[in-house]
């Protein structure tokens, strides 16, 4: 922090220099300040970029963020070119550079998604974002005795292309992170040459791990024990006949495919679900993409871009992570009056923002212990990807069908009386109608900005001055970005919303860009997801 605080500093006395005029001082800020800007994370970002605007007089910092962009742009050109000259033999220096890109690069997560895309895998992005997030669980230290690894499920039909996600997945992540093993039994996971310690295990079609009557397997017993406790105890025999009591730990991720919807009960419980896309849509996009591919026969990604994401990795420090924010979320999805599952459920949307702050490492705050303090980007890279299947775990009040609870859904806030107005019934209709839902935790009590109330006493005033509304809850849903902070920018349309998009309901063709300009996507800020369908 010292360091970060000296280099801030730096980056001051460099803006005092600056001409009080905007264009003037353009080429100043494009080569000599956006290249330090990448060292900070979004807020400091953010303050500089105002310093900036009041020494140039410049009229919003949107002006001063264009010239900003330009510097970033050819920086991302050189670092294209730096990947080049990796293949030319300036192997290490070349990594380094382009390593360093990505890990201050404030959409990394994005490109990330974007560049399995252009492996050619279609779409799929969300099911990519959840095998990485799932993969990098491994980097993450144990603490209190216990893992914070995830586990994940691609299921879908037979051809769909599970394995393909999968395989493209893999190639972003260093190769001695990986195990692979094709039919689990319990031995094989007894007897893995160095260790499953900050591994993934990935079994290619669970079959080992589909339902057989009412009892686990061996290697099902196996593998929970060391996904989740971190260990995996059991006893051998030497060539003498003594039997040894030996260990295998962990932290172990884990990645199945499987054509089943459901594998073994315990397992199952434990582990995130994803289903690859059958859509007639998806279907078409695949079949041009073959046809462009056999008249092509050209790669889209080097691959020494998958050796840039694995160096990126592999130079990655496994650290604890602190999240402030982690009790704001209890507080808005009720976690005490849910099902056991939901504490489960929750406990992996924690680790998981525990894996974007890992990635983002160099973008974020540190604590007085050294923990990495997760920001709320983390947070909404984690809500696009997980909250469906956080609402499909435990249910979601967005299923029931109750016209005023549409209505209060579809205004965002509103006041009772007002909803009364809109859906054509009395005020003591709704008098009536609203606490029992409270109390279940579907709906709660709000400000006009979407924040709860500090206590009974300030409902108490608001409700007086009419100024309290009724929200849909996140009783059994994941609060919004927006819904946890109450900024604008987080809100639909926001900058912040639309900077952290991970665009996971769109498909690109990068075969309709400038996919052969010799600037990788990876590196260009701030374009859309590729896909190489």
Known sequence: MKNEHANKNDVIDLINQLPEELHAASDKIKYEIAPLLLKFNRSVRLGLMSRIRHRTNASSIREVQQIIDSGIKEIDNFVSDAIKTALEGQHDTSLRIAAD??????????????DV???????????????????????????????????????????????????ACLKLHP???????????KKSLYTIEGG???????????????????KDSEFALALRSLVSEGVLYYDRADGSGVTRHMESRGPT???????????????????????????????????????????RNKS???????????????????????????GDIVDFIGLNELPDEARRAYGRVLSAIMIVTLLYQKQRNVDGQGRLIADYADYAIVHQLMHKDFSERIGDPNNLTDKKIKTIQAAGRITPGELARRVNVTGPVISNWHPQLIEKG????????????ADQAALDIAKHKGQAYLCVAGGKSLPTPFDLTGDPRWDVGGELQDLYDLHLDERYDPNCTDADDGIDPLFQQGTGPGVDN
């Open 101 to 114: 890109l990505i890990e201050r690069d404030p959409l990394l997560f994005r490109k990330m998604i974007d």
């Open 117 to 167: 895309n252009l492996l050619g895998v279609s779409g799929e992005r969300r099911t990519i974002g959840l095998t990485h997030l799932t993969i990098d669980s491994r980097l993450l230290p144990m603490t209190g005795g216990k893992p914070h690894t995830l586990s994940l499920k691609i299921s879908g039909k037979a051809g769909s292309g599970k394995s393909f996600i999968l395989s």
């Open 175 to 185: 190769p001695n992170a990986i195990h692979l093993i094709i039919n689990g039994s």
């Open 196 to 214: 499953l310690e900050h591994k993934v295990l990935v079994l290619v079609e669970g079959y080992a791990l589909e339902l057989k009557g009412k």
């Open 253 to 295: 991720s884990f990645v199945t495919t499987t054509t089943r919807q459901k594998l073994e009960v315990q397992v199952d419980d434990r582990t995130i679900t994803t289903n690859t896309d059958t859509s007639p849509e998806q279907t078409r996009v695949i079949l041009e993409q073959m046809a462009r591919s056999a008249m």
């Open 300 to 326: 889209a990604v080097d691959s020494k871009i998958e050796q840039v994401w694995q160096y990126y990795r592999e130079n990655l420090d496994s650290k604890e992570v602190v999240i402030p924010y982690a």
């Open 442 to 453: 579907f709906l709660r009590w709000c400000d006009n900005k979407g924040r709860s109330f």
